[in-house]
């Protein structure tokens, strides 16, 4: 599963970056790292960017680049 198919209001827990050279290095200068927990909490009308919260900060990332985050969903 990947950060792209978490719906909004939902978390997940980061496993890894499927990203090689400038993406993934931009994801985890972001703070996308293996065991952090992100919050999907918005979509733009046309669902691209989407809106995520992550250690307490806002970042927005493309469906595209989301797509390049393995992450697991936590049992709310």
Same mark, same amino acid.
């Given at each position: 599963?990947?950060?792209?198919?978490?719906?909004?209001?939902?978390?997940?827990?980061?496993?890894?970056?499927?990203?090689?050279?400038? %993406?993934?290095?931009? $994801?985890?200068? =972001?703070?996308?790292?293996?065991?952090?927990?992100?919050? !999907?909490?918005? #979509?733009?009308?046309?669902?691209?960017?989407?809106?995520?919260? %992550?250690?307490?900060? $806002?970042?927005? =990332?493309?469906?595209?680049?989301?797509?390049?985050?393995? !992450?697991?969903? #936590?049992?709310?």
């Amino acid at each position: 599963m990947t950060l792209r198919d978490i719906s909004p209001g939902h978390s997940c827990v980061v496993r890894s970056i499927d990203a090689a050279s400038a %993406l993934g290095q931009r $994801l985890r200068d =972001l703070g996308l790292m293996p065991g952090r927990t992100i919050k !999907v909490l918005r #979509n733009a009308p046309l669902k691209d960017p989407m809106e995520l919260e %992550l250690e307490g900060y $806002l970042i927005s =990332l493309r469906r595209a680049e989301a797509q390049a985050v393995a !992450v697991e969903t #936590n049992h709310e």
